[in-house]
């Protein structure tokens, strides 16, 4: 039974809408597996090799993310640039950044900062934590 569980009253509650979370990275291995992941938790995902398809997608998508986890370094696009972008549509998008280094001084150049930053390698456990800490649970509501 999901945490969210509770009496029949809230059972008849109107159904909220589920958590969408776009993936960004460019790791063939890290993203599906962090896309399975959260899809076995019940949330809707889209995963992306490529930042700037990410970018364009994202301003074409309805209803827009709620949340976007990305790897900090990616060929094309760096994860901050992708968000300032994406913000400018979608000012309330939360974000999750995984980094293999400490990407400390680049984020002082963005007017953007992670809701998380993750260091590599990080647990699929604690980044579920996280998204679950910004959007809830898919069906709570």
């Known amino acids: 039974m999901s945490a969210c569980a509770s009496s029949t009253a809230s059972e008849s509650a109107p159904a909220r809408k589920e ?62 640039e992708l968000v300032e972008r994406c913000r400018r549509i979608s000012p309330n998008l939360r974000f999750i950044m995984a980094s293999g280094h400490t990407d400390e001084r680049l984020r002082r150049l963005y007017a953007v900062q992670p809701d998380y930053v993750f260091q590599k390698p990080h647990s699929v456990e604690h980044l579920l934590a996280a998204v679950r800490e910004l959007v809830g649970e898919p069906g709570c509501g």
């Open 19 to 80: 958590p969408f979370i776009f993936i960004v990275d460019d790791d063939m291995a890290m993203g599906p597996l962090i896309m399975e992941a959260l899809v076995d938790e019940g949330y809707k995902v889209q995963l992306f090799h490529d930042p700037l398809q990410a970018a364009r997608v994202f301003a074409a998508a309805k209803p827009k993310p709620d949340v976007l986890i990305t790897d900090s370094e990616m060929p094309g696009l760096h994860s901050l």
